[in-house]
Nanobody, 125 residues
């Protein structure tokens, strides 16, 4: 079993930045692809970014491409999401997720095997 704990959310003004972190425990961290999703009030959970186990490949949703960077530190069992130029539309609960296949960058929720509890990001205008 893998446990994921997100942190780094908060309230930020539009144009600001945040770095989300997700620490995992359990199996060897590099054996998982990792992803970030978000869910805004009244909306479905959506894909944000993903990264392979070795960090070679990353993938981003169009809505965050150019403004966000996903990275990981396998020595710290941690995946990060750096978000810049934040907009009110980025307001959501952000979730990290782990996929048992480290070679892919999954975009669908059902491709992930483990989920964190989420961290709230609120962007004020």
């Amino acid at each position: 079993q893998v446990q994921l704990v997100e942190s780094g959310g908060g309230l930020v003004q539009a144009g600001g930045s945040l770095r989300l972190s997700c620490v995992t425990s359990g199996r060897t961290f590099s054996s998982y692809a990792m992803g970030w999703f978000r869910q805004a009030p009244g909306k479905e959970r959506e894909f944000v970014a993903a990264i392979t186990g070795s960090s070679v490949y990353t993938r981003y949703a169009d809505s965050v491409k150019g403004r966000s960077t996903i990275s990981r530190d396998n020595t710290k069992n941690t995946v990060y999401l750096q978000m810049n130029s934040l907009k009110p539309d980025d307001t959501a609960v952000y979730y990290c997720a782990a996929c048992n296949n480290p070679w892919i960058t999954p975009t669908l929720q059902n491709q992930y095997d483990f989920w964190g509890q989420g961290t709230q990001v609120t962007v004020s205008s």
